[in-house]
C-alpha cells in the first residue's frame, strides 16, 4: 500500500488501509485491486499533482472487499464444476464429494485446513456408500486434488493436499472470503 501510495502521490485513511488488511485472508490481490478499486471510484487513474490525503475514509473496505471477490464468481463457479468432474465420470464421484466438506464447513475452519480423519468422518455420513466407502479411493482423490486441477486448467489452484500434516487446505484465499458471501446450497447444487 504504501509503494503504491508514494507512485499515485496520495495516502490512503488508515482506517481504510486497516480495514482492507483485516478483511483480505493474506491474499495480497484482494489489498492490491480493493486499493485500486477505491482509487477508481475517487477518480485516481494517475499520480496526482497535488497530493491526496485520507483517500477511502468514506468507503466501506468490507464492502468494496465483496465486490472485488464477487467479481471471482465465474472463476469460483467454474473451479467447482470443473473439479466437481474428476478426471472421469466414476461409480463414487470422488471429488464431487471432496467439495462437500469444503463447502459445508465454516471459513474459520477451512483456513486451518480441513484434516484427513475429518474429510473421512464428513464422507462416511454423507456418501451414499456411507461407512462402507473405502478409504483408500478417499486418500487417491486427495493425493491428486492438485494434478486434477492442473489437468482441468484452474489456475491459480484453489485447494492443496498437504500429504505430511495430513490436511486438505485452501490455497486461494479469495475463495475463502467469496465462500462467506454465497448460498452454499446454491453451491452444493452447483457441485
Known amino acids: 500500500i504504501a509503494v503504491g501510495e508514494k507512485l499515485l502521490n496520495i495516502s490512503f485513511a488508515r482506517t481504510f488501509a486497516d480495514a482492507v488488511i483485516a478483511g483480505c485472508l493474506d491474499s495480497v490481490y484482494i489489498v492490491q485491486e480493493a486499493c485500486y478499486q477505491a482509487c477508481l471510484k475517487k477518480g485516481v487513474n494517475f499520480t496526482q499533482k497535488q497530493y491526496v490525503q485520507d483517500l477511502g475514509a ?5 464492502a468494496l472487499i465483496r465486490e472485488v471477490v464477487n467479481q471471482q464468481t465465474g472463476r469460483y463457479n467454474s473451479f467447482i464444476t470443473l473439479f466437481a468432474g474428476g478426471f472421469q465420470e ?3 464421484q470422488m471429488y464431487k464429494w471432496l467439495l462437500y466438506p469444503v463447502l459445508t464447513s465454516d471459513v474459520s475452519a477451512l483456513e486451518q485446513g480441513l484434516t484427513y480423519r475429518h474429510m473421512r468422518d464428513v464422507l462416511r455420513q454423507h456418501h451414499p456408500e456411507g461407512q462402507a466407502l473405502n478409504i483408500g479411493n478417499l486418500t487417491q482423490a486427495l493425493q491428486s486434488t492438485a494434478s486434477l486441477q492442473v ?4 489456475k491459480p489452484i484453489v485447494l492443496d493436499y498437504d500429504q505430511t500434516n495430513l ?3 485452501v490455497v486461494d484465499r479469495g475463495f475463502l472470503i467469496w465462500l462467506a ?5 446454491d453451491l452444493l447444487e452447483l457441485a
Open 58 to 62: 468514506d468507503i466501506d473496505a468490507n
Open 90 to 92: 466414476t461409480a463414487l
Open 151 to 154: 489437468k482441468k486448467d484452474i
Open 167 to 169: 490436511k486438505l487446505n
Open 181 to 185: 458471501n454465497q448460498d452454499r446450497k
